[in-house]
């Protein structure tokens, strides 16, 4: 059997980010200021987040340089491997061929420390001391939490109470690099205490956890603000995921007719697909985008493209975005990094110029797939990436009855294994199919 990994030496990984803006056929519609409805000024985010990244969320530059300082802690495990599924293929008995880039090697174990290593940076250059954020899953929190303890910053985590309470290790993994986290809503906050008030047995959400997040920071001087998803400045520092995996097929001359990504927020459908969709903006190659989402939560594929706040208390900018609203409480489905309302603006635009597809998915099916994924592979995936599996061995199972031998790939955007008691319910037929 062909050898299954093609690894870059690290002096080949990106030392730029790819800026998707200025490329757009049609430009996303500004953020507007939640009570005046006018396009926000740059100045009026600087309560909740570092000049520098607001400066990236508005750029008009096609590349930005990573500094060095980034770099060197994104060697610990970029370039990450690019996997050809030759096992899965045989299962499927496709003439496909299936590649994977797997983001699960980084420290955290997922794609998450691509953004959250920039964002404290830029953080501690402008003297910022501590950062507040919400997590889904926990990957985001996580991620946060080590890239704070590399630059020395104070964390605090408001976790999503069902995630909180399904996925102790994350936790356990967030407290070890240094950062507090507790589940949200939660009784710190005055959006918090107003929310458990009304609804106290509420599973929480992104939304939720955000405003919390939010509402902290904007009563700490010292404090910023950090965002794992959904922003232009998320999206770009992703972009090294997909930049990667162009050179890694162009050593065995491929070149995707398919990329998949799962997709809540955006970011790592966002870091797989945008250096893709530019060769498709300007007619290099024309590859078919696919986002992947559960049906518990199905922002792109049934929600309204409108202005909508990020987050339930409303104290984000207004976002032109899909989004099932601002005040969707999702089924607490064990992929809880897609638990969220809405999808990023820039997504969003492209999925509505048809530049990119949606797709959903039941829970059970796609456990069904990162089953036999893991069979074959031998990587434990995880919930939310199990969403892009069950895509791509649909369309090598669509290659199978047509007969064509197309390439897919998809972002394996992190493992399971704390995901462990979602697969023991799977298989004791305990896991609901929302």
């Known amino acids: 059997m062909e050898q299954t990994k093609i690894l870059l030496d690290e002096n080949e990984m990106p030392k730029q980010w790819y800026n998707i803006l200025p490329d757009l056929p049609t430009p996303v519609e500004p953020p507007l200021n939640p009570e005046t409805k006018e396009p926000i000024k740059p100045e009026e985010l600087e309560s909740i987040f570092p000049k520098s990244l607001i400066e990236q969320e508005m750029s008009s530059d096609n590349y930005i340089d990573i500094p060095e300082e980034i770099r060197d802690i994104y060697k610990l ?4 491997p690019l996997h050809r599924a030759h096992r899965l293929e045989e299962l499927l008995d496709t003439p496909a061929k299936i590649y994977y ?5 980084s420290p955290a174990g997922s794609h998450k420390p691509n953004t959250s290593i920039a964002q404290v940076y830029y953080n501690m250059k402008e003297g910022n001391e501590r950062v507040t ?14 890239a704070c303890n590399y630059f020395d910053l104070e964390c605090k985590v408001y976790m999503v109470r069902s995630s909180f309470e399904q996925k102790p290790f994350r936790k356990s993994l967030i407290n070890l690099w240094g950062a507090t986290v507790i589940p949200s809503p939660s009784k710190e906050t005055k959006f918090g205490q107003q929310f458990l008030e009304q609804y106290p047995d509420t599973t929480g959400s992104l939304g939720i956890a955000i405003s919390e997040a939010i509402e902290d920071a904007s009563e700490n001087d010292n404090t910023k603000y950090a965002l794992g998803s959904v922003l232009n400045h998320v999206m770009l520092h992703q972009t090294v995921i997909g930049l990667e995996s162009q050179k890694q097929l162009e050593k065995v001359d491929e070149y995707p007719d ?3 990504g799962c997709c809540g927020g955006g970011s790592n459908l966002a870091g797989i697909s945008f250096p893709y969709i530019k060769d498709k903006i300007n007619k ?11 049906s518990a939560c199905p922002t792109l594929t049934e929600g309204s493209f409108k202005y909508d706040s990020g987050d339930t208390a409303m104290m ?7 989004t099932l609203g601002h005040d969707f409480v999702p089924p607490s489905i064990h992929s809880g990094g897609l638990r969220y309302h809405g999808c990023s603006p820039i997504i969003s635009r492209l999925y509505d110029d048809g530049l990119m597809k949606g797709r959903n998915y ?7 797939s990162a089953v036999k994924f893991a069979r074959t592979e031998g990587i434990v995936p995880a919930p939310e990436s199990s969403h892009a599996i069950k895509c791509a061995m649909d369309e090598a199972t669509k290659c199978r009855e ?7 790939l998809f972002n394996l955007s992190g493992h399971g294994h704390f995901d462990m008691s979602a697969y023991d319910k799977y298989f004791n037929k305990k896991l609901g199919n929302e």
């Open 258 to 260: 398919i990329v998949i």
């Open 402 to 408: 047509t007969g064509e031998e197309k390439t897919i």
């Open 284 to 294: 290099k190659h024309d590859p078919e985008i696919i986002g992947v989402e559960p």
């Open 316 to 322: 984000t900018p207004l976002l032109k975005m899909y």
């Open 133 to 146: 954020t919400e997590t889904g899953a926990g990957q985001w929190g996580s991620a946060l939490s080590l």
């Open 77 to 80: 495990w970029r370039p990450s």
């Open 362 to 368: 039941h829970q059970v099916e796609i456990f069904d």
């Open 101 to 105: 880039k797997n983001e699960g090697v």
